[in-house]
C-alpha cells in the first residue's frame, strides 16, 4: 500500500482515472485542494505526490501565492526519492523545479491529438505503443530538463512528457480524464474552443473522441504501475 498524496488546482480537473487505480490496488489518498486549502502536507505524511492540472501558469506566482510553496513542494519530493507524477501544468510544475524554462506554446492544443513516443523511450518502456490518441488542453511548453529524457511529441507541441531518474514522469496529456471531467472542462473553458489555432478542435469533435478514454485509463495503468513497481 501507497500513501498517495494529490495536489489539485482546480475542481474541474481532479484525477479522474488515477483514483481508479489507487483504490484498485489499495493505495490511501490524501489531498490538497488549492481552491478550498492552501495546507500542504509534511514530506513523511506520503510515498507518492500526485500533480494535477489546472488553468494557471507556473509563472503566475504573484496571483497564485502557494505555487511557491508547491514547487518547494515538488522538488523536495523528488530529492527525496518519492514517486513524482504530474499531468500538464503538473508535468510543467516539475520541469520547471528541474530547472526547464515554461514559456507559451506555438499553438494552443486542445481537443485529441497523437503523442509519438520516442525510440529509446520505447525500449525503456515497453508497453508503450507507437502513438496514443489523447487528451490535450493547454497553451504552455516546456524544455527537457537536464539529465531527463523524453517521453514523445505531437504534431503541435515538441515536448510532451519525460522520465526523470527512475522516480519521477511527467505528462503534459491528459490520459487521466473521464467523460465526465472532458464534459466539465468542455464547459468551464468553452470560449477558448473559439481561439484561433489549427490544433483546438471543437466541441462536436471533442465529443466524438470520448471513444478513445478507455485506452488512455488503461495506459495511464501502465504508466502508474510502472512508476511504482
Not at 114 to 134: A, G, H, I, Q, R
Request: hydrophobic content about 40%.
Amino acid at each position: 500500500m501507497l500513501r498517495v498524496h494529490f495536489l489539485i488546482h482546480v475542481h474541474y480537473e481532479d484525477p479522474g482515472a488515477i483514483i481508479s487505480w489507487c483504490d484498485k490496488n489499495g493505495h490511501r489518498k490524501s489531498f490538497t485542494r488549492f481552491y478550498e486549502d492552501v495546507r500542504l502536507p509534511e514530506l513523511d505524511d506520503f510515498d507518492m505526490l500526485v500533480v494535477m492540472g489546472g488553468p494557471m501558469s507556473v509563472n503566475d506566482e504573484k496571483e497564485f501565492t502557494w505555487l511557491s510553496k508547491e514547487k518547494r513542494l515538488i522538488l523536495n519530493s523528488i530529492d527525496t526519492g518519492k514517486k513524482v507524477i504530474g499531468i500538464c501544468l503538473g508535468a510543467q510544475l516539475i520541469a520547471g523545479v528541474l530547472g526547464s524554462k515554461i514559456e507559451k506554446n506555438r499553438y494552443k492544443e486542445i481537443g485529441w491529438h497523437n503523442v509519438y513516443f520516442t525510440s529509446p523511450m520505447m525500449e525503456k518502456l515497453p508497453f508503450l505503443p507507437d502513438d496514443l490518441k489523447t487528451f490535450h488542453w493547454h497553451g504552455d511548453t516546456f524544455d527537457i530538463p537536464v539529465g531527463a529524457e523524453s517521453l514523445g511529441f505531437s504534431a503541435a507541441t515538441l515536448n510532451q512528457g519525460f522520465v526523470y531518474r527512475d522516480n519521477v514522469i511527467a505528462l503534459q496529456f491528459h490520459p487521466e480524464m473521464t467523460e465526465k471531467m472532458i464534459r466539465t472542462l468542455v464547459d468551464e473553458c468553452n470560449s477558448e474552443l473559439y481561439e484561433e489555432s489549427i490544433f483546438i478542435q471543437s466541441e462536436k469533435e471533442i465529443s466524438e473522441g470520448l471513444n478513445n478514454i478507455k485506452e488512455n485509463n488503461e495506459f495511464l495503468y501502465k504508466i502508474l504501475d510502472n512508476l511504482t513497481k
